[in-house]
């Protein structure tokens, strides 16, 4: 007997599931008992229980800005795969009064409506140690699915066809089908399937959705080319519709991809799959606002999924961070303010109202709802601990050592903790945050005492000499970002004064406003570059003026990343037939008085020793120069003119050229700075 079905039969035991095999579709036929609960909220003679959204709005520690036209079946979910790892691991989940408590019935009593549970083929070794990120195999997702059908919730199976983590960057086939040609996978995977579901459904789980593959954009199962991967989706379509058939369910088949800011590529995949004619219905889309783009973007391409092919989409994972704390000395996917998107800050009142948000936005596009990503992933202990023996034992880190053997190239290097911690819906001790609640009251809102969410920091710097000027206002998210404004911010005038212009350094300046709310002001002092578009990323070029004799220009802003200093855009000049005489220059006002350096980069070749080549500047009427002469490809040049005095505020600055036809060759990051007074 294999350790999958040992630890079946033992589940089965302890829960006592005698009824479970009695239809093959679930001890109740296929279909959930209505909720009813006894007088104290108890569940009443076995059956699921139910705990009814607000029918107005709420006060509560979050505000929530109402979305009015929501529907009750908008799906709420939450993937809790790593529920029993985590229980297993001595974590301890609470209710809002500080009780212990079944986390799932938490979850519903937060407005969470649909459970999604990851399913991977076999995650142990030959030794049977786990290789952790929750060992989510066939037995576990179906005791986690059991306590959510308790409470009421449908579940949605997610199968990765894997014996680990798939994604884009990894589909790697499970070890029993290592060797197997791509039909016997087709003919594997079709089994897998439909013996997995019929586990899960006799079991009394209450299955609405499956998933057949886990962001599959770049391949599945270990294979990648297109028609083997639409057959081993059209043979998991296929065993999941004889099942639905078989027990008279309407569970609906999910394909699941990511990438959704590459639109056009998105498009592409839809349309592969109509050409393949593989029978899905929804259309499942990773949405990490942090990483995905924009809610608009990711409208667009709900919008064109729906009109297009004719397919409901869901978000299959989202998520933000409450806190940039780490719980368990594992690096934070989410980290630094760098990551965060503006108007959201790493708080609870945010969490909030980014997963708000992206209902709204969802919504008003037709999407029909979204899940949350591992909301109850916390850690296991302290962010000093050594929490490794924990993370090993039971697998409640992202991988434990035992996966280098399977996955060598990214397990087997980066093996540890888990890294969402603070992108859970749980405090670091297992106690839920307030910004759970934002599921069941999206459609009333929920009310709160105005208050700052979050000041975003200032970031502000000065030219080596120049003078430091701090804003006398800075922005101020509120709880309601109805209210958001600039309030006057006073500056810690001694932070201010040991800030030392006169050579380059970073500072800190602590400042605060009326109502005491501190706010930190990163200031960096440094040789700016005074050159607008210096390098040609911008795809503006009209501060640049070009001029040249003859009637075609010799001369483009040419996008090629190995011709370029840095970047990928440079200004290019080759001419087949003609010589060329041609300039580049740009003005330059309301400069600081003091002494500017100018230098530019510039590669080429084939150009013939009576050339002329020179990075000038003109400053009061007068020129001066520093000729130089290209060597090369990517032989950079890098001439300089460091005593530029500039009195009114005025500089041109600029290269030009006279070569022969034939040569070639890119200019690239100019660069002025003031080094002096």
């Known amino acids: 007997m294999s350790r999958g079905y040992r630890k079946l039969l033992t589940l089965g035991m302890v829960l006592g599931l005698c009824a479970s095999v009695l239809t093959g579709c679930g001890a109740d036929g296929g279909q959930q008992a209505q909720t009813t609960e006894n007088a104290d909220g108890s569940q009443a003679d076995g059956e699921a229980m139910s705990f009814p959204l607000p029918t107005a709005a709420e006060e509560s520690e979050i505000y929530v800005e109402p979305i009015p036209d929501i529907s009750d079946d908008f799906i709420r979910g939450m993937d809790a795969s790593s529920v029993l790892v985590e229980e297993n691991s001595g974590v301890t989940y609470y209710n809002e009064d500080g009780e212990e408590q079944d986390v799932f019935m938490t979850l519903a009593q937060s407005g969470v409506n649909y459970i999604r549970l990851r399913v991977w083929n076999d995650p142990y070794d030959e030794n049977g140690n786990g290789y952790g990120g929750g060992n989510n195999d066939v037995a576990t997702a179906i005791e986690l699915g059991r306590r959510a059908t308790k409470y009421g919730m449908k579940v949605c199976i997610d199968f990765h066809y ?22 016997e996978k087709c003919d594997a995977l079709y089994d897998f399937t439909k013996d997995s579901l019929t586990q899960l459904l006799d079991a009394g789980v209450d299955v609405g959705m499956v998933q057949i593959g886990n962001e ?79 809610n608009e973007n990711m409208q667009a391409v709900a919008r064109n999924l729906q009109e297009k092919y004719g397919k409901k989409v869901l978000i299959a994972e989202t998520s933000y961070c409450y806190t940039s704390e780490d719980g368990d000395g594992t690096a934070n996917s989410l980290a630094g303010t760098d990551d965060l998107v503006d108007g959201y800050a790493a708080t609870v009142q945010s969490q909030a109202t980014m997963i708000r948000d992206i209902c709204a936005a969802a919504n008003e596009a037709g999407v029909m709802g979204i899940f949350y990503w591992e909301g109850v992933w916390i850690p296991v202990g302290g962010p000093t601990q050594d929490n490794a023996p924990i ?203 003091g002494t500017y350096q100018l230098s530019v980069y510039a590669q080429g070749g084939d150009v013939s020793d009576d050339c002329e080549m020179a990075l000038y500047a003109v400053v009061n009427g007068e020129e001066v120069s520093e000729p130089f002469m290209v060597a090369g490809w990517a032989d950079w040049q890098n001439p300089t003119i460091p005593d530029i005095k500039v009195t009114d505020g005025t500089l041109t600055i600029g290269v030009r050229m006279k070569c022969n036809a034939k040569s070639w060759g890119t200019v690239d990051d100019f660069t002025l700075n003031r080094v002096s007074d």
């Open 162 to 183: 894997s014996d680990f983590w798939a994604d884009p960057k990894r589909q790697h086939a499970p070890k029993a089908w290592e060797g197997m040609s791509a039909q």
């Open 216 to 294: 599959i954009n770049n391949g599945m199962a270990g294979e990648t080319l297109a028609p083997t991967v639409m057959n081993l989706l059209v043979s998991g379509s296929r065993a999941v519709r004889e099942i639905s058939e078989e027990c008279g369910r309407d569970i609906q088949i999910v394909l699941h991809y990511t990438n959704i800011e590459e639109a056009d590529k998105i498009d592409n995949i839809a349309l592969n799959l109509l050409n393949f004619g593989v029978d899905y219905d929804i259309f499942g889309l990773s949405y990490y606002p942090f990483w995905d783009g924009t």
């Open 391 to 593: 993370w090993e034992k039971y697998g409640s880190g992202w991988a434990s050592s035992y996966a280098a053997d399977y996955d060598p190239d990214d397990a087997g290097l980066y093996y540890g903790g888990c890294s969402w911690d603070n992108q859970a819906m749980f405090d670091f001790d297992g106690h839920p945050l307030p910004s759970l609640n934002v599921f069941k009251y999206l459609k009333y809102g929920a009310t709160a005492p105005l208050a700052v969410d979050a000041v975003p920091e200032v970031y502000a710097s000065c030219d080596v000499g120049g003078t430091l000027t701090l804003p006398e206002e800075v922005d101020v998210i509120y709880n309601d970002r109805s209210a958001n404004t600039k309030v006057p911010v006073s500056w810690d005038a001694a932070q201010v004064a040991a800030v030392d212009t006169d050579t380059g350094g970073s500072y800190d300046v602590a400042g605060s406003l009326e109502d005491g709310t501190e706010v930190m002001a990163h200031v960096e002092v440094k040789m700016m570059n005074h050159v607008k578009n210096p390098s040609f990323e911008e795809a503006d070029t009209s501060m640049w003026k070009i001029a040249y004799t003859g009637d075609d220009n010799p001369t483009d802003f040419q996008e090629k990343a190995d011709d370029a200093y840095t970047g990928t855009m440079a200004y290019h000049f080759w001419s087949e037939d003609s010589d060329m005489d041609f300039s580049i220059e740009q003005e330059l006002t309301d400069l600081e008085p």
